[in-house]
């Protein structure tokens, strides 16, 4: 698929990804001088990375309330928590092998817990074997882990087991843990004692600075609930970079950190971790110049194996939106040439008739639904990106990449009219079954294929269409709620909120999730729940709804 071109109209550029729109003389150096100043550009890029690390804000939250789960078939999250004997029950009860205990810190936090523990008996002639398990859920602490059924890692499952050696001592579990509940087991000891924990702490941290800037004092309870749980779920995942959760991965993916640049800008205001976050993804593109979809941050930073095509474009946005809000030319300039290289490399994914096909050979992620037929949203991402390019490219005074860019949208557009638009539905499809999906309408209407008033209606006529294919994942659901918005459709993004957000608050999300299926609280992309994550950063955005748009105050967040 890589060479395919868009068609006669179109600039060479774009129709062959091995030609450039960087200037032309560094198509003339020789190949171990590309390579070598490859390398000095990555250098560059992560010792600007580096100069950015943020500082970590610690916070001290002790002494858990020690509670008891109970199965509740009527609760979505299929368990209640009820406090259990006094709050400091723990601290007076002596514990043996085979006793359990459960604790809740209260709040969701993202940090490392600490301990005493000592024996209690005619001998402390044994280390004690405990495993924690810490949960962001109820069921986290309340079903068992194992057999565990999912296809990631069961390393990331979130219990550890430690020989605690010499008792009495304090102990600090080394790894971080992203928790509000806390399961602890004590595995064994010698029958010649107990043991007694003393001074359960845990230390939270997070780079996001104060208090988040606050919310208009216009909005609905519900919404100050929904944005309460936001600013939460961006605090702890503001860490030395965006993660894209604390449990799990914790990493910086181009996807998530869209995301929460655009909620960070209008609460905590960290500029420099955005920046950070930046240098570090264009560190380490693949040698053709694609970006990783994540890199890792430690023990050092370094590239990952993946590759997502819709978020290597979603960068362009990212640059955009960060020099409309800092000004900070400079990084602008110096990324300038990452971006145009993704347009570059996306343009050879589209066929002579201008349309984006699925080549199948590279991760198109767009959400996580496995029913989604992806050419007609990926067709939009492409063009969305674009149009943030050639903004760059005005800005920076890049005058003929900008004129590429716009040949390059108005072709897209076209070709995705003819394409994706169906004229008795007046809505898009995608795919030999004529899918409607949320995706598609959501992705082609921030592409601008159609005028605003078409848009709006079309829309309009998306929210009434019974069939439309859902979206699974927040991460969509952001992008569907922000078609709406710019295109005039205000009350219909608050039910989205409502709803979406809304129904996670009220089923007692204390950080919002990274998959929400109102009718499965089971679902998960990984083959099992609890190795879904409860604090992911790509769902924070009702926070930058709020704020940015003025939502949260209409009478549907009343009603809920
Ligand atoms: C998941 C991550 C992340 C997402 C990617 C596509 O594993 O948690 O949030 O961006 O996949």
Same mark, same amino acid.
């Given at each position: 698929m890589i060479g395919s071109a868009l068609g006669i109209a179109v600039d060479s550029v774009f129709a062959n990804?091995?030609?450039?729109? =960087?200037? %032309?003389?560094? @198509?003339?150096?020789?190949v171990s001088q590309e390579t070598a100043e490859a390398e000095g550009q990555a250098a560059d890029f992560l010792a600007r990375a580096q100069a950015e690390i943020p500082t970590l804000l610690p916070t001290t939250l002790a002494d858990p309330q020690t509670i008891k789960p109970v199965r509740d078939t009527a609760a979505y999250l299929r368990w209640r928590i009820n406090p259990a004997a006094d709050i400091d029950s723990i601290y007076r009860n002596l514990y043996k092998t085979g006793d359990t205990v459960f604790l809740d810190f209260g709040q969701h936090v993202t940090g490392y817990l600490s301990l005493e523990v000592e024996g209690v008996g005619t001998n402390v002639d044994s280390p004690a074997r405990i495993r924690f398990t810490f949960g962001e859920t109820p069921g986290d602490i309340?079903?068992?882990?194992?057999p565990y059924k999912g296809? =990631?890692? %069961?390393?990331? @499952?979130?219990d550890e087991v430690l020989n605690?050696?010499?008792?009495?001592g304090n102990f600090t579990i080394t790894r971080r843990h992203a928790f509000r509940y806390l399961r602890i087991d004590v595995l064994s000891t010698s029958p010649k004692f107990s043991v007694r924990f003393s001074k359960i702490e845990v230390k939270s941290i997070t780079?996001?600075?104060?208090?988040?800037?606050p919310i208009s004092s216009d909005v609905q309870p519900l919404a100050k609930q929904i944005d309460h749980v936001a600013i939460d779920t961006l605090r702890n995942c503001m860490q030395t970079i965006f993660e894209d959760g604390p449990r799990r991965d914790q990493r910086l993916w181009i996807g998530d950190l869209r995301l929460q640049a655009l909620s960070n800008y209008v609460t905590?205001?960290?500029?420099g971790l955005v920046k950070r976050c930046l240098y570090l993804l264009a560190?380490?593109?693949?040698?053709?110049g694609l970006l990783r979809a994540c890199v890792f941050e430690k023990p050092a930073p370094r590239h990952s194996g993946d590759t997502i095509l819709d978020y290597a474009c979603i960068y362009a946005a990212l640059l955009r939106e960060y020099l409309d809000q800092t000004g900070d030319i400079a990084t602008c300039r110096a990324l300038w040439p990452t971006v145009l290289r993704q347009m570059e490399i996306v343009s050879g994914?589209?066929?002579?008739?201008?349309v984006f096909v699925d080549?199948?050979?590279i991760w198109v992620f767009?959400?996580?639904?496995?029913?989604l037929h992806r050419d007609a949203s990926m067709q939009g991402v492409i063009i969305f990106s674009l149009r943030h390019a050639l903004v760059l490219a005005e800005k920076l005074g890049d005058l003929a990449s900008k004129k590429r860019l716009e040949d390059m949208v108005e072709q897209l557009a076209a070709a995705a009219r003819q394409?994706?638009?169906?004229?008795?539905?007046?809505l898009f499809v995608s795919g030999p079954d004529r899918q409607v999906s949320w995706a598609s309408q959501a992705w082609l209407s921030l592409a601008g294929v159609l005028s605003i008033a078409d848009t709006t209606s079309l829309l309009k006529r998306a929210v009434g269409h019974k069939e439309i294919l859902p979206p699974s994942t927040p991460y969509l659901y952001h992008y569907v709620v922000e078609a709406m918005i710019t295109h005039g459709l205000k009350d219909e993004a608050d039910d989205v909120i409502v709803s979406y957000w809304g129904g996670m608050v009220r089923r007692g999300a204390d950080t919002f999730w990274e998959i929400y299926d109102p009718d499965d609280s089971l679902a998960s992309p990984y083959g099992?729940?609890?190795?879904?994550?409860?604090?992911?950063?790509?769902?924070?955005?009702p926070a930058y709804f709020f704020r940015k748009?003025?939502?949260?105050?209409?009478?549907a967040y009343g009603q809920a």
């Open positions: 990804p091995t030609a450039s729109l =960087l200037p %032309s003389g560094s @198509l003339m150096i020789g309340a079903e068992e882990l194992y296809n =990631l890692a %069961s390393a990331w @499952l979130p605690l050696d010499p008792l009495p780079s996001a600075q104060g208090q988040a800037l905590f205001r960290n500029y560190a380490f593109p693949q040698e053709d994914y589209i066929n002579a008739d201008g080549p199948k050979t767009i959400d996580w639904n496995e029913k394409k994706f638009l169906d004229p008795q539905l007046q099992d729940v609890h190795i879904n994550s409860f604090c992911h950063a790509w769902s924070c955005t748009f003025g939502l949260g105050a209409s009478q």
